[in-house]
């Protein structure tokens, strides 16, 4: 469970409900995914822009976010970049919005522990470090 508080730039709102307007076009869209998704924006707060950091920073979209994922075999360390569908590519550690990493991590604080399912099982991860991405989008 997610206990930390949910904060979003204007910009990563924006962004999510613009993806929200379009989920017709989204091939292969996971409808629970994405209820998940908008229950998450719902609760969330509204941070200041992207270009100021919230105190602590939280994770938004296209953020290189640094994480230590406890439920490996041996507990390691990766990054990835929360993106929109249509730029994600797992190999680059790029994960779709709707991902289930994704919404587990997004407008999550520095130092969060995050649990969430995945295909392979529950997975537990904690946010080591986020460095801040702005994109023009």
Known sequence: MNTHSITLSHKDLHLILALHTQREF?????EGRHQELMRLV????????LKSLVNPPSVG?????????????????????????????LDAGLYSVLAPISIALLGRPLGATVTF???????QLRILSIQKEEVVV
């Open 42 to 49: 719902g609760q969330a707060g509204e941070g200041a822009s």
């Open 26 to 30: 989204i091939p292969h869209l996971d």
């Open 117 to 123: 399912d995945a295909p392979g099982g529950s997975r």
């Open 61 to 89: 979209l296209y953020d290189a976010v640094t994480v230590n994922d406890f439920s490996a075999p041996a507990s390691n360390a990766m990054v990835c970049r929360i993106v929109l569908p249509h730029e994600a590519d």
